[in-house]
């Protein structure tokens, strides 16, 4: 069923590839950086490199964040909503008074990650409880809602790779119902020994940087990163004296039932997560100006997704995976990658896939592998995680 859109009113993005919307744009299509061995933590597993952000984020939102209460996953998010919020024009105090909804999708975030914490507990030890206090007090959500100091009303969305893409497309959905006036929506997840170790023994990991489509891939590439939007109707932008210029249009989600690790060899779940999110908008696949993919860089995501855009896409549309630019973000990807591709709306510029050599016959399509303008309103972004989680966005820029 065709809904309005909601306005995109500020955006806020902490990716490898630098702390603020307009840095990671920029290195992107000048000098990005590439993945690094892990340096955060002790590893045997330094030959898979990681995109790793830099900094330590210890203030935002106008309180001192300190590392040994507030997780990383949560600084980062921090980070990210205090620029989405000045974006938007709007200071924490003109939330009062206002029904707010705060998501954020995350993974790693409500995991109590410290493994030395763990070997010390397993050797009989009895290790300190600071990292308890940290976990305890770093829901992402809830942690966010403390640190702006105002009633908002708090989600966690946890839901694998797409639990960003769903916080900002539930945000959407709340908004449509009415239930909300104003929602900050977005995820956040860092690379920590736990993931960077779980995703080594799956054997989906790259001791490379990753290429996203490419005949040879190896694997996936982790990366640390924030991003956040502030959601609005466009009524309410409207009459606090705004102009929306970017807006989340459709918002489709869809479990595959397949497998706990594999998507659907025909990427079912996704199909019906696009179909949802292109209905919702009222848009063809013909009117779509890019794809921004899931893009892992595994195998049978890749082969899955491809498949799937071989038939969808009308040719010739771009597509792209900005994995290749921020690694794999888990929980955050969504998000992260939703916030490029508005971005790229906005500038009227894609940038090309990265990583990309040699085309594989399986996944048939070739991503784009040139800088180039952006001819339309319409962008696709879609997430694909374990248990057979998939969503996707129609974002759109320009007036509505």
């Not at 209460?69 to 200071?91: D, F, K, N, P, Q």
């Not at 959500?141 to 946890?158: K, R």
């Not at 050599?357 to 991503?367: N, Q, R, T």
Request: proline residues 6%; charged residues 20%; negative net charge.
């Amino acid at each position: 069923m065709k809904r309005p859109p909601v306005a995109v009113t500020g955006m806020g993005l902490v990716c490898a590839q630098g702390n603020s919307v307009a840095e990671a744009m920029r290195n992107i299509f000048e000098s990005p950086r590439g993945p690094v061995p892990p340096a955060r933590f002790a590893t045997p597993l330094s030959e898979f490199p990681v995109f790793e952000v830099e900094g330590e984020f210890v203030r935002a939102l106008g309180r001192d964040l300190p590392p040994e209460r507030y997780t990383r996953t949560v600084r980062i998010a921090a980070a990210a909503l205090e620029e989405a919020l000045a974006a938007a024009g709007l200071g924490v105090a003109d939330l009062m008074g206002r029904r707010v909804a705060l998501l954020v999708g995350t993974t790693v975030g409500v995991t109590l990650s410290d493994t030395a914490f763990y070997r010390a507990y397993r050797d009989g030890k009895a290790p300190g409880i600071g990292p308890y206090d940290s976990f305890s007090a770093s829901n992402p959500g809830l942690a966010l809602a403390d640190l702006l100091g105002v009633p908002v009303l708090p989600f966690t969305v946890v839901n694998a790779c797409a639990s960003s893409t769903d916080a900002i497309g539930l945000g959407k959905w709340l908004l449509d119902a009415g239930m909300t006036d104003l929602v900050l929506a977005g995820g956040a997840d860092e690379v920590c020994e736990v993931n960077h170790t779980g995703f080594a023994s799956l054997l989906i990991y790259s001791r490379h940087p990753c290429s996203p489509f490419d005949l040879n891939r190896e694997g996936l590439n982790l990366g640390t990163g924030a991003a956040m939007v502030v959601l609005e109707r466009e009524a309410d932008v409207r009459s606090r004296g705004g102009t929306p210029s970017a807006w989340i249009a459709g918002y489709g989600t869809a479990q595959d039932g397949y497998n706990m690790t594999a998507p659907h060899p025909e990427a079912s779940g996704l199909r019906r997560a696009v179909g949802a999110a292109l209905e919702e908008g009222g848009v063809g696949p013909e009117g779509l100006a890019f794809v921004n993919a899931h893009g892992t860089a595994t195998r049978d995501n890749d082969q899955a997704e491809g498949r799937l855009f071989a038939r969808l896409l009308r040719p010739g549309t771009p597509v792209v995976s900005t994995k290749g630019y921020t690694g794999h973000t888990l929980g955050a990807a969504g998000a992260v990658e939703a916030v490029l591709s508005l971005a790229c709306l906005r500038e009227g510029r894609l940038m090309k896939s990265g990583g990309y050599s040699a085309y594989d016959e399986a996944v048939g399509i070739a991503p784009s592998v040139v800088e180039r303008a952006v001819e339309g309103e319409y962008a696709l972004s879609t997430s694909m995680g374990f248990g057979g989680s998939n969503a996707a966005l129609l974002l759109r820029g320009g007036r509505a």
